[in-house]
């Protein structure tokens, strides 16, 4: 079985696609668990073997990065226009991590942070990102907290794992 890349499309309010979230999958397991030369020759090989405008419909994409491959300057290889770097709450406690971010959204990138809690890992960062991504698959109690929080700072905000209309 080989490498995948699953183009899972971000439905905006009018229930059209807006922007696509890129997963990299290796025989069912994402390439972000496993080694990040693996994730990083995977983009390289969709840049060269895909037309990525048309597999994106001219609409920006959503690529989960780890601390290394932001510290590779993977990103560079997109222009800001057309991506989200997308982080995990991982990222946070990594000790250069918050300094690549700010690096790269000086470049122009755009910043969604996926799952955000109340913790003050969240919160240090908050200034810089753009988008918080939250996940919808199980009841949250501070869901009302985190959107006015959300709104209060002026982010965007997109739901995940949402499986109905």
């Not at 997308?86 to 910043?111: F, M, N, R, S, W």
């Not at 919160?123 to 009841?139: G, T």
């Amino acid at each position: 079985m080989s490498a995948n890349i699953v183009r899972q499309p971000i439905i905006g309010p009018d229930g059209e696609a807006f922007a696509y979230e890129m997963l990299y999958e290796d025989r069912g397991v994402s390439l972000y668990n496993q080694q990040d030369t693996m994730a990083a020759n995977m983009i390289e090989d969709f840049l060269l073997e895909m037309d990525s405008s048309r597999l994106l419909d001219n609409k920006k994409a959503f690529m989960t990065f780890t601390p290394n491959l932001l510290e590779k300057d993977i990103p560079k290889m997109f222009n800001p226009e057309a991506l989200v770097i997308q982080i995990e709450d991982t990222i946070l406690v990594h000790p250069v991590a918050q300094k690549l971010i700010e690096e790269h959204k000086k470049q122009g990138y755009q910043i969604a942070i996926k799952g955000f809690e109340f913790s003050s890992r969240y919160f240090a960062i908050l200034d810089i990102v753009d988008i918080i991504k939250i996940n919808l698959s199980k009841p949250n109690p501070s869901l009302n907290s985190i959107l006015d929080i959300a709104n209060s700072f002026k982010k965007t905000i997109i739901a995940y794992n949402v499986n109905t209309q």
